[in-house]
């Protein structure tokens, strides 16, 4: 979990970023997809590309 200043230097957002290590690629298919379900379904997946590096850089 990685805090950044949200864009109007008023708050906080916070970027995750999930990786899954596993010997078969059908165990990760399925904890990728159960991973965007369940934060698609609390409103927590953003649809679209963040390059961290650069939204750092443009918040600080």
Same mark, same amino acid.
């Given at each position: 979990?990685?805090? *950044?200043?949200?864009?109007? #230097?008023? #708050?906080?957002?916070? @970027? *995750?970023? /999930?990786?899954?290590? %596993?010997?078969?690629?059908?165990?990760?298919?399925? /904890? &990728?997809?159960?991973? @965007?379900? *369940?934060?698609? #379904? &609390?409103?927590? /997946?953003? &649809? #679209?590309? $963040? /390059?961290? %590096?650069?939204? $750092?850089?443009?918040?600080?």
């Amino acid at each position: 979990m990685l805090p *950044v200043k949200n864009a109007a #230097g008023t #708050g906080t957002e916070y @970027i *995750v970023e /999930l990786s899954f290590k %596993t010997d078969d690629y059908a165990d990760a298919a399925r /904890l &990728h997809s159960d991973a @965007i379900a *369940v934060a698609d #379904g &609390h409103g927590w /997946l953003y &649809h #679209g590309d $963040i /390059l961290k %590096t650069q939204l $750092i850089l443009d918040r600080y």
